[in-house]
């Protein structure tokens, strides 16, 4: 663990030779959600690829690049791109790029995904705020020796997504006249969508919505003391309350739909 450690101060120093930024908020991009990028100005952008120990990931509809920039007077850096567990990544890989917006001074971490929705009042299209995850993953990223310098052993995980926050992020939905829900975020390993049979059970178990991203990142920025609000495009109603199949072409369509709100 002490050369992971190593790898994120590497991968940190390259990032700064490039780039002369200090971000203070990051914002993990979701499936079609790359399109907000859009809204950054004076925007600096670097390649996964080029990244020392940086993964790169290669499901369609991410960029794999983080993008600089600025909206007002606040410095943010977008992931437009993230690694999945199922594409064969380590948990260390999939979390790596956290411990190093971490490491660059981010402080506040926005993650965003496309998922199913399990709660029969929500609709394709819609966004819930994250207000708790259920970790079905049988994995966690903080398995393996603990490297004191990054976070406690044993982190406190009453508070996932911070209640100031969501708090916050309702108050502008309203000022905005987005509409929103909110719910529990359920992780499956994917890659395959759910049976009907696992969604009736995860109904049961208080999910909301069902995906195969975000609660890694959540888990690790927690870990490291950073504040974390998390927001869901429901893509599609989760198996067998949708009547109709589920494809990933689907999901990128009604994600790029919402990406403005
Ligand atoms: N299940 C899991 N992940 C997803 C879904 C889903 O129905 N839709 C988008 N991502």
Same mark, same amino acid.
């Given at each position: ?15 700064? +030779? ?18 907000? *990028? ?61 411990? *190093? ?37 049988? *994995? ?9 310098? /990054? ?11 911070? /209640? ?50 975000? *609660? ?25 309350? +949708? ?19």
């Amino acid at each position: 663990f002490f050369m992971f450690y190593d790898q994120i101060l590497e991968a940190v120093t390259y990032i700064q +030779s490039k780039i002369n930024r200090k971000p203070s908020y990051a914002i993990v991009l979701g499936s079609g959600l790359d399109a907000f *990028v859009d809204n950054l100005l004076d925007k600096e952008v670097i390649s996964y690829s080029s990244i020392p120990y940086f993964p790169s990931s290669n499901v369609k509809g991410h960029k794999d690049q983080l993008v600089f920039g600025k909206i007002k007077d606040k410095e943010i850096v977008c992931m437009q791109g993230r690694f999945h567990y199922y594409e064969g990544f380590t948990m260390s890989q999939v979390t790596f790029p956290i411990y *190093v917006l971490h490491q660059l001074g981010v402080k506040n971490l926005i993650v965003t995904n496309a998922c199913g929705g399990i709660n029969e009042s929500f609709h394709p299209g819609d966004l819930m705020i994250i207000e708790d995850y259920i970790n079905f993953l049988g *994995v966690n990223p903080l398995i393996g020796e603990n490297d004191e310098r /990054l976070g406690p052993r044993f982190p406190d995980m009453s508070e996932p997504y911070n /209640l100031k926050w969501i708090q916050f992020a309702k108050d502008c939905a309203g000022q905005c006249q987005i509409p929103y829900k909110t719910g529990v975020y359920a992780l499956f390993n994917g890659p395959c969508f759910e049976t009907a049979a696992e969604i009736r059970a995860f109904k049961v178990l208080g999910a909301d919505a069902v995906g195969m991203s975000t *609660v890694p990142e959540t888990i690790v920025a927690n870990y490291l003391k950073m504040r974390v609000l998390g927001i869901s495009c429901i893509t599609n109603m989760a198996t067998g309350i +949708s009547q109709t199949k589920h494809s990933h072409e689907e999901v990128l369509k009604v994600a790029n739909r919402v990406s403005d709100d």
